[in-house]
């Protein structure tokens, strides 16, 4: 109900939508730009993008709205219940007159600093090598035994125990309890970690140090270090440098499982594997037994296919030794009839043979004769075209031509006018008889 106002006050009549609007001017220049610390409640995503949750304190809390723009940003997934500093602008949603705060930057509340120490070691144990990939080894196919790192009131261990009995039951597990969170965690965890060590290397551990499923611990083959979600906070235990240093002496293949997926800590980065969750680590290093027993089973349906292939082999070919063992009187037979062919062929073959060498020697009584009596007529017609150049060559056919042949006293032949004196004896052979001559007189041609 109205009060009379009082003449020249009038109260203003606001408009709704105009009302908000002034409240909303209002805190724009009191409050804006503002950051909030709170808890996260109520937390949803749009398939928009935008996400909606409420923060809140003992005291209070205040509607969020963070538009996809500024989602796209973050670098964590908010969960309900977790710790944030929030920076943004107070306003009104006019259409229900709510008051509301538009977030334009989210982070968990410490995370800057906290981050900052992450990233120094991290840059300084990933200059030392602690990082390296050729250094990280794969996964034992069939562990004999699995080692576990956790806190035993966790939820990180029920949800890996479910997970291995439900997959490899058949495997043994050792749970060695430490400490996951708080000041006292890494050396706990390093400490667990080192009795962990020593049943990987065959030692044995005193008892009463370990919580078995058997008796005997067994070999460990790989090692679990796995913790739930959380804060920053909550995880910082395994941005240790010293667990770090512990985790890659560890001489088998190590996962760790720290937290939600999109966490990730100094002890992920140092394991031979990092896995997103607890129960997806408890999954890397147990193959489902199902798997290996269909493997099996596939196994020996090759074998016992191979197997029968080789008997019946073996009895085919017993069958075929059986069949010519049983009728010896036809491999005699066959025998007989291979012996006789050969027989007929060595005979043909001696008679071709003797046939063909009295056709050569025929042919050699007809051709040798012929063969002389051509030699001799051919060395016959030598002969005498050689008497005839002889002949021709003689100088008896010379001096029938009407020359004669001059010798001195010394039967010498004179052959220059020079060779003899005149009034020395010559003698002329003529073609018939000699004459004795005396020279009277040298002339030179």
């Not at 408890?282 to 090759?302: C, T």
């Not at 003899?420 to 018939?432: I, M, S």
Request: proline share 6%; aromatic share 4%; hydrophobic share 45%.
């Amino acid at each position: 109900m109205f009060e009379q106002p009082q003449p020249g006050l009038a109260p203003r009549i606001w408009e709704v939508g105009a009302l908000c609007r002034a409240i909303a001017d209002a805190l724009q220049a009191r409050f804006n730009p503002v950051a909030v610390r709170g808890e996260i409640t109520g937390f949803s995503r749009a398939s928009s993008g935008h996400c909606y949750f409420t923060l809140k304190d003992g005291q209070g809390q205040i509607r969020c709205a963070m538009f996809r723009r500024a989602a796209e940003q973050l670098d964590f997934a908010p969960r309900d219940g977790e710790l944030v500093d929030v920076g943004g602008r107070l306003g009104v949603y006019e259409a229900r007159g709510d008051l509301q705060l538009i977030v334009e930057g989210l982070r968990r509340a410490g995370q800057g600093a906290l981050f900052e120490q992450f990233l120094r070691l991290k840059a300084q144990l990933e200059a030392e090598g602690l990082f390296d990939g050729a250094r990280k080894r794969a996964l034992p196919a069939m562990p004999r035994g699995i080692g576990l790192v956790t806190s035993p009131g966790a939820a990180a261990l029920h949800d890996v125990v479910t997970a291995l009995r439900r997959r490899v039951p058949h495997i043994p597990v050792v749970l060695v309890p430490a400490l996951v969170q708080g000041a006292q965690a890494p050396a706990s965890m390093c400490e667990a970690l080192s009795k962990l060590y020593l049943l990987a290397q065959g030692s044995s551990a005193s008892e009463g140090d370990l919580v078995s499923r058997a008796e005997a611990p067994p070999p460990i083959d790989v090692i679990l270090l796995v913790r739930g979600g959380g804060s920053i906070e909550d995880l910082w235990a395994f941005n240790d440098e010293r667990l770090a240093r512990a985790i890659v002496q560890s001489p088998v293949p190590l996962v760790s499982g720290v937290g939600h997926e999109t966490d990730f800590t100094i002890a992920d980065f140092c394991a031979d594997l990092r896995a997103p969750t607890p129960t997806a680590a408890a999954e890397l290093v147990a193959q489902p037994r199902s798997v290996w027993l269909g493997a099996l089973d596939l196994l020996a349906e090759r074998l016992q296919d191979a197997a029968q292939r080789q008997i019946d082999l073996r009895h085919q070919r017993l069958d075929q030794a059986g069949q010519r063992l049983g009728r010896p009187s036809g491999l005699v037979a066959q025998q007989r009839l291979r012996l006789a062919a050969l027989a007929q062929r060595m005979r043909h073959g001696a008679l071709l043979k003797m046939q063909r060498a009295a056709q050569a020697r025929q042919a050699l009584q007809v051709s040798v004769p012929q063969g002389v009596q051509r030699g001799l007529a051919q060395r016959a017609e030598r002969l005498e075209r050689a008497g005839l150049r002889l002949d021709l060559l003689s100088p008896q056919r010379v001096l029938e031509r009407g020359y004669a042949l001059l010798t001195d006293a010394a039967d010498r032949p004179v052959m220059r006018p020079s060779q003899v004196r005149p009034g020395e004896p010559v003698r002329a052979r003529l073609a018939e008889g000699e004459l004795d001559l005396t020279v009277a007189q040298r002339r030179l041609l």
